[in-house]
């Protein structure tokens, strides 16, 4: 099982651009969420995905969006990038029970 | 937003129990302690989760307090492997995985 995936691993855009980051869950989960995490912070919920639809959101503005496939697997879009979007980028899987939720490794994206 | 509350850093000498305190005082009833570590360079990586009665798992013990008002993950022989950043989450809203993450502790094991 190779658990969750993220790609890419680094990314340096510069400001205005957009981007496009992807996330592949853990076999058997189709819930997708993903966090924002600066540096020294802990991870921010940004949204999350569930049957093709984003279910929550966090507080972030509409610059982010998202999109899941029928294979569950998930992007994070993000346009008109700004300084303050350099982070990680974590994605993490579950499934529908009260149990854990796995992350990826994070994408480090650097906004120039 | 975080609704819980832990020391910024704590230290432990190796192969020595570590305990490590959350305050979590305006818990709801349906709410699940769950505690998350995140190792440099890596995602957050599951470690326990309860909701009333205290647990065990291969790498950890969670002790919750009998009102729910605060809990200790508890860490029976640190190694030096266990130095990472444990995060103590509230399932909020409960099931759906919206982890409101706080700064967490800050483990340092020393040799």
């Known amino acids: 099982d190779a658990g969750v995936t993220q790609s890419p691993t680094h990314l340096i855009k510069t400001r205005g651009q957009q981007v496009t980051l992807r996330c592949s869950p853990k076999?058997?989960?189709?819930?997708v969420s993903w966090y924002q995490q600066a540096l020294g912070q802990g991870p921010q919920f940004i949204f999350q995905?569930?049957?093709?639809?984003?279910?929550q959101r966090g507080n972030f503005p509409d610059r982010f969006s998202g999109h899941q496939f029928p294979n569950y697997s998930s992007e994070l879009n993000v346009n008109a990038l700004l300084l303050g979007d350099s982070a990680l980028y974590l994605c993490?899987?579950?499934?529908?029970?009260?149990?854990?939720?796995?992350f990826g490794q994070g994408t480090r994206l650097t906004v120039v | 937003d975080a609704k819980t509350t832990q020391p910024n850093s704590m230290e432990s000498n190796e192969e020595e129990p570590v305990h490590l305190p959350c305050n979590h005082s305006?818990?709801?009833?349906?709410?699940?302690i769950h505690w998350y570590r995140q190792l440099p360079s890596q995602g957050p990586e599951y470690v326990i989760h309860?909701?009333?009665s205290n647990v065990n798992n291969r790498m950890a013990s969670l002790a919750i307090a009998e009102d729910r008002k605060s809990s200790t993950l508890i860490l029976h022989r640190a190694t030096l492997r266990d130095a990472a950043v444990y995060y103590c989450?509230?399932?909020?809203?409960?099931?759906?995985?919206?982890?409101?993450f706080g700064t967490g502790t800050r483990l340092k094991v020393l040799a």
């Open positions: 305006t818990i709801s009833g349906t709410d699940y």
């Open positions: 995905y569930y049957e093709e639809e984003e279910r």
């Open positions: 989450i509230l399932n909020y809203p409960s099931g759906t995985y919206k982890y409101i």
């Open positions: 993490a899987s579950s499934r529908p029970s009260r149990t854990e939720a796995f």
């Open positions: 309860g909701l009333t």
């Open positions: 076999s058997g989960h189709d819930t």
